[in-house]
């Protein structure tokens, strides 16, 4: 009932049959019914008859961020380290077994890499996380390491034995690293933590969840690692080898050729591949459905767990009423993460074909 | 490579002054060299690693294990196989470790007794191990394995008990027999039984149907008339089998096998109850590997049992084939005809690479989206607005309006369609142009050239996209969740009963029955073998076809190579 300017009283009828979805509900943070503070919540199905469906997008778009950083982080230096490493110094008759192998990778059906991370990585990471945290730390240290000690070896053993020789070294002196960490971690981490999740949470304040995004990274980065070594590979395989082969014969060492000719040449190939990967890993759904916990929670923790948008989508939409505002929040969402892929991807293919281009000039 | 050799030589001459000399490292870079090839090592050990921790643990779910008797020292006695063992870490309420003892899991079975299939038991109160040689291992069709020793068995005509002389091979001769009137059973009730009720529902259909027509004239009357005889005659055979089914329960329950577990309860079972009895402690090699052969073959081509926790993966391994062919017969020609005209008969322009780029990117939106699609539009709008056309009379129960195998293939067969657009321009930009001309200088019209000339040439490479496409789509669940996949379907979509090919039911999936079975299951520890065993399977499955995938495209790359173009 309004009053005009008159002073007439009159009806208006105000039309709203969703009144708890627009766009601040579904972006700002929300005072609740029973919360002190506004906050953002999703909750889509109350528990009681009265409680109003919280539908905040804000922590769902969070995870799937989440998810796909901490993915980020741990694939992109493995495979641009593994692409260089193939493309550039790697022999012809080993390049014929790891390329079929890591492209192999990608084709493994995600839901057995969630399975594993939630069914297998999870415990494993919960019994022994300081064990493997300290064990991701230390391999590049071993890997310098083993360098040292097979370098002092003196020339005249080391020219006898077969050229690839150094591969088997290197894998022999990582096994032997990752046996130390295993042997010594629990050792270490009695002396000086006590218990390491203990003091995590006690002197930290960290908590920790068994299915956490430190699981989640390393599955989903063995998801889209394949994505990102392929590309990259190729893009530094394409580089016209004239260039290359002046450099070297200039006098550059094959590190050099490598450093400062064929990764800026291939420079964009590489941004797209990182690129491709990342549209990826925010759209995957059953390893963040299978290896988190599911619980929409806005922190940057990495040992705590999150529920992304895709995941979100899976579990709710078969129980959604047709036409609903859930059923219609979930296809926003399902948008969103369209949108985010299709601006990535074509951003990554329009760099791929500027790449195309530079080398058919070059 | 060339590149690699010339920097052999290089190396050495650069490293052939002396020993640890850091500078030229720095400067051969070869410290950057070596993390690199650290990097490529480990993702190398994390596929072997992931790979072999599948197959290994998929195979030995089958293997049987010793059935251990655990004496601790309070005096509790403990029967099982060793399922797992740990440290368990007593920890207070902020988490500090009060104390680690290490610890075995049995399953010890006998769900319907103890109410627990797993029992944790700390070594530290282990007083003896021993390993009794008449324990059985019974594995059920309820209640999950039983760990029990035999007390004897009744039949109509006699008893035995476990003192006879020859019991062993008696017990071995009735449970075979129990498991012969088990198939009988079996085969009446999901054959005749199922066969009769759905004829019998199509009768009534058409009656009602009929009825609906309010048209009274004489043809429909007769028409009428003549399905209720039939009806009634289907009836009485209906109720025939019933009897039949009956009858033969009631003779199967007179056949009882009595067991007693190790706590020294009794449990009576009839000898149709159980699926495979085994003395696991006396079995030797070759019995182990034939009992392995057996659980293998169950597991293949059997149905499920309790809640997808036991018995086979049959349907589940159908429906991904079956689903996978709908998929790839949709595919295919789509994916092969737009390649076609993008490559060979489209003018190349901008809007030629939009529509590649626009390719490229459907393969980068993630699978739920498709899901989404393929819920709004293909269920929900072709299926819903189907039923409304064709199925009026079974409205408001959806037909063709809800998930099911045709639609989850169809989304699917978008989903992997960039695959095989993708291969197939490849695979035709690998035609050599001398063929292509010379068909056109002889003559032949641009589709004689294409269907003549070009197609076949490319047709090892449009078969790899497909069969990668294959591989992608036999792997993917997700969009699969939410149109039409289910954790239990009824029937196959693939019977004997006109049309054959039920394409609106829903169907079972390997990669969903690995998320069902891992982390909806009651009883996700009892389930555990048999995902690693699903995992195993799909992994098989998905591997295979990527193999073929690389098998041809080397074989045609081969062929390339060697033509003289």
């Known amino acids: 009932?309004?009053?005009?300017?008159?002073?007439?009283?009159?009806?208006?009828?105000?039309?709203?049959?969703?009144?708890?979805?627009?766009?601040?509900?579904?972006?700002?943070?929300?005072?609740?019914?029973?919360?002190?503070?506004?906050?953002?919540?999703?909750?889509?199905?109350?528990?009681?008859?009265?409680?109003e469906p919280k539908k905040s997008l804000t922590p769902l778009i969070l995870g799937t961020v989440k998810g796909a950083v901490f993915a980020m982080i741990f694939a992109i230096p493995l495979a641009l380290l593994g692409a260089i490493y193939t493309s550039q110094f790697m022999s012809v008759r080993l390049r014929k077994i790891v390329k079929p192998a890591i492209e192999f990778m990608a084709a493994l059906p995600s839901v057995i890499l969630g399975f594993l991370g939630a069914l297998f990585f999870a415990p494993l990471l919960e019994k022994h996380l300081f064990v493997i945290l300290i064990s991701v730390i230390s391999i590049p240290?071993?890997?310098?390491?083993?360098?040292?000690?097979?370098?002092?070896?003196?020339?005249?053993?080391?020219?006898?034995?077969?050229?690839e020789a150094d591969v088997t070294i290197l894998v022999l002196g990582l096994l032997a690293g990752f046996m130390i960490c295993v042997w010594l971690g629990p050792v270490a981490e009695k002396i000086i933590f006590g218990d390491f999740k203990y003091w995590l949470s006690n002197v930290l304040n960290i908590t920790y969840d068994p299915r956490n995004s430190l699981v989640v990274g390393f599955v989903m980065g063995f998801a889209v690692i394949p994505i990102i070594f392929t590309i990259c590979e190729d893009s530094l395989n394409s580089v016209p080898k004239h260039l290359v082969t002046a450099s070297l014969s200039c006098g550059a060492t094959q590190w050099q050729t490598a450093v400062r000719v064929v990764l800026p040449v291939a420079l964009s190939g590489i941004y797209s591949a990182i690129m491709i990967g990342f549209g990826r890993a925010i759209g995957e759904t059953m390893i963040v459905l299978m290896a988190t916990g599911n619980t929409p929670i806005m922190d940057f923790n990495p040992l705590k767990g999150f529920r992304a948008l895709s995941a979100n989508i899976a579990v709710e939409i078969?129980?959604?009423?047709?036409?609903?505002?859930?059923?219609?929040?979930?296809?926003?969402?399902?948008?969103?993460?369209?949108?985010?892929t299709f601006v990535v991807n074509t951003l990554?293919?329009?760099?791929?074909?500027?790449l195309r281009r530079k080398f058919s000039a070059l | 490579m060339k590149k690699n050799k010339n920097n052999g030589i290089e190396n050495k001459t650069l490293l052939e002054s002396g020993g640890l000399d850091l500078k030229k490292m720095m400067k051969l870079g070869e410290p950057f060299i070596w993390l690199a090839g650290a990097g490529t090592a480990v993702m190398m050990f994390m596929i072997l690693f992931i790979v072999s921790l599948l197959l290994f643990e998929g195979a030995v779910t089958?293997?049987?294990?010793?059935?251990?008797?655990?004496?601790?020292?309070?005096?509790?006695?403990y029967a099982g196989y060793v399922s797992d063992r740990e440290v368990y870490r007593e920890q207070d309420s902020q988490g500090k470790i009060l104390n680690e003892t290490p610890r075995i899991q049995l399953m010890a079975g006998n769900r319907d007794i103890t109410g627990e299939d797993f029992i944790w038991i700390d070594l530290p109160e282990v007083e003896k191990i021993m390993y009794p040689k008449d324990v059985m291992l019974l594995e059920r069709r309820e209640w999950g394995k039983m760990v029990a020793w035999p007390v004897g068995f009744r039949c109509p005509k006699r008893e035995f008990a476990v003192g006879d002389s020859d019991f062993k091979k008696q017990l071995k001769k009735y449970l075979s027999e129990g498991s012969k009137r088990y198939r009988v059973m079996r085969s009446l009730e999901k054959g005749v039984i199922s066969n009769l009720s759905y004829k019998i529902n199509r009768l009534q259909k058409k009656i009602k149907y009929l009825e609906k027509r309010q048209v009274v004239d004489f043809k429909n009357r007769t028409k009428r008339n003549d399905l209720e005889i039939e009806l009634s005659s289907q009836l009485v055979l209906f109720e025939k089998a019933r009897a039949q089914l009956r009858e033969l329960r009631d003779q199967d329950s007179k056949f009882i096998l009595i067991m007693r577990t190790q706590d020294g309860d009794e449990a009576?079972?009839?000898f149709t109850h159980v699926v495979r009895a085994l003395w696991p402690n006396q079995m030797n090699i070759f019995g182990k590997v034939s009992t392995y052969f057996s659980r293998l073959k169950e597991f293949v081509f059997e149905e499920p049992r309790e809640s997808n926790t036991a018995g086979g993966v049959f349907p589940a391994l159908f429906g991904t084939?079956?689903?996978t062919l709908i998929m790839t017969l949709a595919v295919v020609p789509f994916g092969v005809l737009a390649a076609l005209y993008l490559k060979e008969y489209a003018k190349q322009g901008p809007l030629v690479s939009a529509i590649r780029i626009a390719v490229n990117n459907l393969a980068g939106v993630p699978s739920i989206v498709f899901g989404m699609f393929g819920l709004a539009f293909f269920v929900y709008r072709v299926g819903g607005s189907i039923d409304k056309l064709f199925f009026p009379d079974s409205l408001p129960t959806p037909v063709f309006g809800t998930g099911g195998i045709l639609w989850a293939s169809l989304t699917l067969a978008l989903l992997t369609l960039p695959v095989v657009v993708v291969a197939t321009e490849e695979a035709l930009s690998f035609v050599p142009k001398g063929i292509k001309e010379g068909s056109l200088a002889c003559g032949a019209s641009k589709w004689q050239t294409v269907w003549n000339v070009i197609l076949p040439s490319a047709a090892p490479g449009i078969l790899t996209g497909v069969i990668l496409a294959m591989s992608r789509g036999a792997g993917e669940v997700a969009p699969l969740m939410i149109t039409g996949v289910v954790k239990l379907a009824?029937?196959?979509?693939?019977?004997g009963f006109f049309p054959f090919f039920h394409l609106e039911r829903k169907f079972m999936h390997l990669g969903f029955h690995i998320y069902d079975v891992g982390f909806q299951s009651p009883n996700v520890e009892a389930a555990m073998p048999m995902v690693y065993a699903s995992t195993a399977l799909l992994l098989l499955v998905v591997a295979g076809l990527n193999f073929s995938a690389i098998v041809l495209r080397n074989r045609l790359r081969k062929k390339l190579s060697g033509s003289s173009f």
């Open chain 1, 1 to 51: 009932v309004v009053v005009d300017v008159l002073g007439n009283l009159r009806h208006l009828f105000i039309h709203n049959p969703y009144p708890e979805v627009s766009f601040s509900t579904l972006f700002n943070k929300i005072w609740y019914e029973g919360y002190s503070e506004p906050e953002y919540i999703w909750q889509s199905s109350a528990a009681t008859e009265e409680a």
């Open chain 2, 62 to 77: 089958f293997w049987p294990k010793k059935i251990s008797q655990v004496y601790m020292k309070d005096g509790a006695v």
């Open chain 1, 348 to 354: 990554a293919e329009l760099i791929r074909l500027r």
């Open chain 1, 318 to 340: 078969p129980e959604a009423p047709i036409g609903e505002s859930l059923y219609r929040v979930l296809f926003l969402s399902g948008l969103i993460l369209f949108s985010i």
């Open chain 2, 490 to 495: 009824p029937d196959l979509p693939l019977d």
């Open chain 2, 268 to 270: 009576e079972m009839t």
């Open chain 1, 141 to 163: 240290c071993f890997a310098i390491l083993t360098l040292l000690a097979w370098r002092s070896v003196p020339k005249e053993i080391t020219r006898k034995l077969p050229h």
């Open chain 2, 321 to 323: 084939v079956m689903m």
